[in-house]
C-alpha cells in the first residue's frame, strides 16, 4: 500500500498550497523497527479512474536528511490512471523506479521539474500508456537509464 493511496479525481498533494505540509514518504534506512510499516508499494500511489492529481513539491524515497536514502518504497511516484502530474518532487532512494508509468489507461501524464536520482532502477519507467510526457527533470544516478 502506497503511504498516500489516491483513487478520486483533482487532488492535489503539494507542499505549495498551504494547506498541507511537505509530503515526506519514505521509510528511513537502517532497518525498521516495530513502529515502522513494512516496505510500501509506493510513496504517492494514483490508481483507477483518478485524474487531474498533483503531486508537487515533496520529497519521495528521501530521509529527513537528504544525505541518507530512504528505502521504504517500491516506487516513489506510482501513476496507474489518466491525466495526472508529478513535478517539482524530489524523489530518490527507491527500490525500483523514481516514477513508474503503467496499465495501458496510463496516458496524458506529466512528469516534469523533478530530481530523480538514487533509485535503484530508473529515474522514470513508462511501461504502458500513450501521450504521456517526460520534460524538464534533472534524471542522474540512477542504476539503470533514467
Known amino acids: 500500500m502506497p503511504a498516500v493511496h489516491v483513487e478520486s ?59 541518507i536514502r530512504g528505502l521504504g518504497n517500491f516506487a516513489g511516484v506510482q501513476i496507474r490512471s489518466d491525466g495526472n502530474i508529478a513535478r517539482n518532487n524530489l524523489i530518490g532512494g527507491n527500490e525500483d523506479s523514481g516514477v513508474l508509468i503503467f496499465d495501458g489507461a496510463s496516458s496524458n501524464n506529466l512528469v516534469q521539474g523533478n530530481t530523480l536520482a538514487y533509485n535503484s532502477q530508473d529515474g522514470v519507467s513508462v511501461f504502458a500508456g500513450t501521450g504521456n510526457t517526460i520534460v524538464g527533470n534533472a534524471i542522474y544516478a540512477n542504476r539503470c537509464s533514467g
Not at 505549495?16 to 532497518?31: D, E, I, M, V, Y
Request: glycine content about 16%; hydrophobic content about 30%.
Open 9 to 67: 479525481d483533482n487532488g492535489e498533494l503539494t507542499a505549495r498550497t498551504g494547506r498541507t505540509r511537505r509530503q515526506w514518504a519514505s521509510t528511513p534506512q537502517g532497518g525498521r523497527t516495530a513502529a515502522q510499516p513494512p516496505r510500501r508499494d509506493a510513496g504517492f500511489g494514483i490508481f483507477g479512474h483518478a485524474t487531474g492529481n498533483v503531486v508537487d513539491g515533496n520529497y519521495v524515497g528521501v530521509a529527513v536528511e537528504p544525505t
